[in-house]
């Protein structure tokens, strides 16, 4: 059993977290970690409205009787959505953690400490880490250069983010960002982390709702398949390779602006691959994990051979390493 900061102050077994990812955190995937003693996330704004979350919040607590939590995402928007209602919802349903993201998460701290919601906040780098630290959220998720979605616009892999973090802050640390395995979990922990968070390792799942065909693609992916996509915007994005990809690099590196590629990465695009398994109707998030993904495994089998393979590197393989 590994026991850390992160799980005494988040009720969790395992120091193992399923954050949120759009069109992707929903009840099946949710419980099927929350099961295995791990922590997932729904994702709000998967749901068209407050009251479909409220439904799938529901949903989640007939498939587990253990802790779960849901992600909120507060972006930049011309039509923002109801955020206010998103919270509100996950007060009133009673969930007990929230995984937040995005834009400062302080106007939303008072309603979520009133109702005894704990907050894991998502950074990208240690002045964000330190600034969440300051409005009083109760851990952070710290996103190294290799992970998927947004890493942020100053490329430190986790090697370097992890440590740099974790030496300067007092709550709990959660590392993402290239991590698929019991190595990657002992890593962040020799590194000062207090558990992982996985996107793409739980993308490539028996209980993820994406198609097969891109659960296969993942596991036929190296390291080397990804794209960094909105790089001349300053709003970097590691996306899959593949032709719309491509596409949209191609049309930066040409001086385009967001305008000319505005429909390419539409996230109803984006949402049909991972409902359709066409893998170049859109762009699609994956990290550098993908290239230590060889199966498509249970959550259960999954989080059960980290945690074992995990133990068994501490207990074992370093420790022998040690001269007496």
């Given at each position: 059993?590994l026991?850390?900061?992160?799980?005494?102050?988040?009720?969790?077994?395992?120091?193992?977290?399923?954050?949120?990812?759009?069109?992707?955190?929903?009840?099946?995937?949710?419980?099927?970690?929350?099961?295995?003693?791990?922590?997932?996330?729904?994702?709000?704004?998967?749901?068209p409205?407050?009251?479909?979350?409220?439904?799938?919040?529901?949903?989640?607590?007939?498939?587990?009787?253990?802790?779960?939590?849901?992600?909120?995402?507060?972006?930049?928007?011309?039509?923002?959505?109801?955020?206010?209602?998103?919270?509100?919802?996950?007060?009133?349903?009673?969930?007990?953690?929230?995984?937040?993201?995005?834009?400062?998460?302080e106007p939303?701290?008072?309603?979520?400490?009133?109702?005894?919601?704990?907050?894991?906040?998502?950074?990208?780098?240690?002045?964000?880490?330190?600034?969440?630290?300051?409005?009083?959220?109760?851990?952070?998720?710290?996103?190294?250069?290799?992970?998927?979605?947004?890493?942020?616009?100053?490329?430190?892999?986790?090697l370097?983010?992890?440590?740099?973090?974790?030496?300067?802050?007092?709550?709990?640390?959660?590392?993402?960002?290239?991590?698929?395995?019991?190595?990657?979990?002992?890593?962040?922990?020799?590194?000062?982390?207090?558990?992982?968070?996985?996107?793409?390792?739980?993308?490539?799942?028996?209980?993820?709702?994406?198609?097969?065909?891109?659960?296969?693609?993942?596991?036929?992916?190296?390291?080397?398949?990804?794209?960094?996509?909105?790089?001349?915007?300053?709003?970097?994005?590691?996306?899959?390779?593949?032709?719309?990809?491509?596409?949209?690099?191609?049309?930066?590196?040409?001086?385009?602006?967001?305008?000319?590629?505005?429909?390419?990465?539409?996230?109803?695009?984006?949402?049909?691959?991972?409902?359709?398994?066409?893998?170049?109707a859109?762009?699609?998030?994956?990290?550098?994990?993908?290239?230590?993904?060889?199966?498509?495994?249970?959550?259960?089998?999954?989080?059960?051979?980290?945690?074992?393979?995990?133990?068994?590197?501490?207990?074992?393989?370093?420790?022998?390493?040690?001269?007496?």
């Amino acid at each position: 059993m590994l026991r850390t900061r992160f799980t005494e102050t988040f009720g969790v077994e395992h120091p193992i977290v399923q954050g949120g990812m759009m069109w992707v955190g929903r009840a099946e995937l949710v419980a099927a970690v929350a099961n295995a003693g791990g922590l997932g996330f729904i994702t709000a704004l998967t749901q068209p409205t407050p009251d479909d979350l409220r439904t799938e919040i529901e949903r989640t607590r007939e498939l587990t009787d253990k802790p779960f939590g849901v992600n909120l995402t507060i972006l930049p928007s011309i039509n923002p959505p109801p955020y206010a209602e998103y919270a509100r919802a996950i007060i009133e349903s009673g969930v007990k953690i929230v995984e937040t993201a995005g834009s400062n998460p302080e106007p939303f701290l008072p309603a979520y400490r009133e109702a005894g919601v704990k907050v894991l906040h998502k950074c990208t780098s240690v002045r964000h880490a330190l600034k969440a630290q300051k409005i009083g959220v109760d851990g952070v998720s710290i996103d190294g250069f290799e992970c998927a979605g947004h890493p942020g616009e100053d490329d430190v892999p986790g090697l370097i983010l992890i440590p740099a973090a974790t030496r300067v802050l007092d709550i709990p640390v959660i590392a993402s960002g290239g991590i698929a395995d019991a190595r990657g979990l002992v890593a962040a922990l020799a590194l000062g982390a207090d558990g992982v968070n996985m996107g793409t390792r739980f993308l490539c799942t028996a209980e993820s709702s994406i198609a097969q065909q891109v659960k296969e693609q993942i596991v036929a992916n190296s390291e080397l398949d990804t794209q960094l996509i909105f790089r001349t915007l300053r709003n970097t994005a590691r996306v899959a390779d593949n032709a719309i990809s491509r596409k949209v690099v191609e049309i930066e590196k040409a001086g385009g602006t967001f305008e000319d590629v505005r429909e390419l990465v539409s996230g109803a695009r984006g949402r049909k691959v991972f409902e359709e398994g066409d893998l170049d109707a859109g762009i699609w998030s994956t990290g550098l994990a993908q290239g230590l993904i060889e199966d498509i495994p249970t959550c259960a089998v999954l989080i059960e051979r980290m945690v074992r393979e995990a133990e068994g590197l501490i207990t074992g393989q370093l420790a022998g390493l040690v001269a007496r």
